[in-house]
T-cell receptor, first 113, second 114 residues
Framework: DGGITQSPKYLFRKEGQNVTLSCEQN?????MYWYRQDPGQGLRLIYY???????QKGDIAEGYSVSREKKESFPLTVTSAQKNPTAFYLC????????????FGEGSRLTVL | AQSVTQLDSHVSVSEGTPVLLRCNYS??????LFWYVQHPNKGLQLLLK????ATLVKGINGFEAEFKKSETSFHLTKPSAHMSDAAEYFC????????????WGAGTKLIIKP
């Protein structure tokens, strides 16, 4: 099936540790996105990538890093610099600029102990 | 600048009655508009989208939305609510000077009473 695969679904981290969330797509879409969602709130954009080897900061990029070495993959690293990392993280891909819809993964829930 | 306002944070309806989730937008460009649904602890699924074709857009699960340029609205409706419709709904606008970015509404939680 075509889609977006995020892993792990649940992740626990100690304070001060970096953690990497995986996002893989087989839709052959150019654009990929990472969003953060906190309880009862909407989505906030962390990073997005329009094409391989290129990415841009979103509204809340501090404490996060990404890479886009392959079209299929867009991993997100939550670094120790992120002061409040406990959240639900959503990855998405988009085929066409402006009119294309986002296709989402099932999300990764990160809890900092 | 673009913006999206979902006018209700929570909407509660009885099963079998109509649903109305309100969304107003602001855009200097001809926007594309989307409604997404999110069930608890899940990713988001596209319900429907408007991309400058027919102003009345039909989506999945019996939902539809009407694009009204004069009112800058894109309200989501369904004639008869079902228990499985209980979820959070997001209105999204795209387009403009940063075409890969999308502007998200804060979401409306739909509660269905038996």
């Amino acid at each position: 099936d075509g889609g977006i695969t995020q892993s792990p679904k649940y992740l626990f981290r100690k304070e001060g540790q970096n953690v990497t969330l995986s996002c893989e797509q087989n839709l052959n879409h150019d654009a990929m996105y990472w969003y953060r969602q906190d309880p009862g709130q909407g989505l906030r954009l962390i990073y997005y990538s329009q094409i391989v080897n290129d990415f841009q900061k979103g509204d809340i990029a501090e404490g996060y890093s990404v890479s886009r070495e392959k079209k299929e993959s867009f991993p997100l690293t939550v670094t120790s610099a992120q002061k409040n990392p406990t959240a639900f993280y959503l990855c998405a891909a988009r085929g066409r600029m402006n009119t294309g819809e986002l296709f989402f993964g099932e999300g990764s829930r990160l809890t900092v102990l | 600048a673009q913006s999206v306002t979902q006018l209700d944070s929570h909407v509660s309806v009885s099963e079998g009655t109509p649903v109305l989730l309100r969304c107003n937008y602001s855009s200097s460009y001809s926007p594309s508009l989307f409604w997404y649904v999110q069930h608890p602890n899940k990713g988001l699924q596209l319900l429907l989208k408007y991309t400058s074709a027919a102003t009345l857009v039909k989506g999945i699960n019996g939902f539809e939305a009407e694009f009204k340029k004069s009112e800058t609205s894109f309200h989501l409706t369904k004639p008869s609510a079902h228990m499985s419709d209980a979820a959070e709904y997001f209105c999204v606008v795209s387009g403009g000077d940063s075409n890969y970015q999308l502007i998200w509404g804060a979401g409306t939680k739909l509660i269905i009473k038996p």
